[in-house]
């Protein structure tokens, strides 16, 4: 069964830094295209960072310099970094795979990705 679960969402002051990971099962994660995105209240869903089976990444432009996604091959793990954060990332962070097909070109588009997690929360205090 394929599944996506997140972790490492929390409540934290403003400049502070969280990771969050998600962990990959029923399928390999290292040969998939995976992203993270985050929606806030009353907001659509933004694209964050994807990274394809190459290795290679891209960021949305709002949170490029801050934020840094990886991977754990061995653990079938993606991780997001998130630093210098501030009140406005407040949003649930989700998982995303888009498998058996590379990443899609131009901006990070939650329509391009069919298995999804079930979403952490982060929320910044000032």
């Known amino acids: 069964q394929v599944q996506l679960v997140e972790s490492g969402g929390g409540s934290v002051q403003a400049g502070g830094s969280l990771r969050l990971s998600c962990g990959a099962s029923?399928?390999?994660?290292?040969?998939?295209?995976m992203g993270w995105f985050r929606q806030a209240p009353g907001k659509e869903r933004e694209g964050v960072a994807i990274?394809?089976?190459?290795?290679?990444?891209r960021y949305g432009e709002s949170v490029k310099g801050r934020f840094t996604i990886s991977r754990d091959n061995a653990k079938d793990t993606t991780y997001l970094q998130i630093d210098s954060l501030s009140p406005e990332d407040t949003a649930t962070y989700y998982c995303?795979?888009?498998?058996?097909?590379?990443?899609?070109?131009?901006?990070?588009?939650?329509?391009?990705?069919?298995?999804w997690g079930q979403g952490t929360q982060v929320t910044v205090s000032a």
């Open positions: 995303a795979a888009r498998i058996g097909t590379g990443c899609a070109p131009g901006v990070i588009n939650s329509f391009h990705f069919y298995t």
């Open positions: 990274i394809d089976s190459y290795g290679a990444i």
């Open positions: 029923g399928f390999v994660l290292s040969r998939n295209c």
